[in-house]
């Protein structure tokens, strides 16, 4: 099984196996989250019953959690992936790197957004500098600072170099946005629902949100092999198989 895993992993090291592979995967992944993000998103919306203390206010979780959360995993993958790069050099794990940074920025952004909206008819306010919204901006601005840094040094190596770097130590961000609400006395309420305890939600509220949760998950994966795909070209376009690719030979 170790020896599987390993193989695989070495296997989508390579660009060009990468490529192929993600070409195979693209529409399965795209038809599956825009499946899941529709059923998820009008079965919550409209069909949900209405939260007996927040009204139909609560519907708005139904963004939110995914978007906060897809913006946290996100940010570790890069983190790994940087490690990969620092480690092993390798330029698939480069790629991911700076690939992932756009798009755990709009996540985090869509969080942002959606907990103020959220904010306002539940806490009164549209902001509070608690720890856990505080630190959803650290990360929002970590994310473009990567993303910032990659476009301003002209070194392939030294960008990939600095970008890993810089997400590895923003990482530390992670245990503080996600432990903050049990640390500190915050106004944000805690998680609201973990693969380890009995959802808290009704069935009728809980099973939309996973699917949403699915579906921005997929989402993601499908927006991450469109960008990793689009910079692979870019780079490999030298080489002997992206040309073939390009002239229709392979």
Not at 4 to 16: A, D, E, N, R
Not at 90 to 99: C, D, H, N, P
Not at 100 to 105: E, F, L, N, S, V
């Amino acid at each position: 099984m170790w020896k599987f895993i390993t193989l695989y992993y070495h296997k989508l090291g390579s660009p060009k196996y990468f490529y192929h592979l993600t070409g195979k995967w693209l529409p399965w992944f795209t038809a599956l989250s825009i499946g899941l993000l529709s059923v998820g998103l009008i079965w919550g919306l409209a069909f949900a019953p209405a939260d007996y203390q927040q009204g139909n206010s609560f519907r708005i979780i139904y963004i939110h959690v995914p978007a906060a959360g897809a913006a946290l995993s996100i940010y570790a993958m890069m983190a790994v992936s940087g490690a990969i790069t620092l480690i092993w050099k390798m330029k698939m794990a480069e790629i991911v790197t700076q690939s992932c940074a756009p798009i755990g920025a709009a996540f985090t952004a869509i969080a942002l957004m959606t907990g103020a909206i959220w904010g306002k008819p539940t806490w009164g306010t549209w902001w509070v500098w608690d720890a856990r919204l505080t630190s959803m901006l650290v990360l929002l601005f970590l994310y473009l600072g990567i993303i910032a840094l990659g476009s301003a040094i002209q070194s392939r190596a030294d960008a990939a170099k600095s970008v890993s770097l810089l997400a590895i130590v923003g990482a530390i961000n992670l245990p503080i946005i996600k432990y903050s609400v049990n640390w500190w006395n915050t106004l944000h309420q805690p998680a609201t629902f973990t693969l380890t305890e009995k959802p808290a939600m009704p069935p009728e509220m809980w099973w939309p949100l996973l699917l949403m949760v699915l579906g921005v998950y997929l989402l993601f994966a499908t927006l991450l092999m469109i960008s990793a795909r689009s910079e692979l070209l870019h780079r490999e376009r030298n080489t002997r198989w992206v040309r073939a690719l390009i002239g229709g030979k392979g």
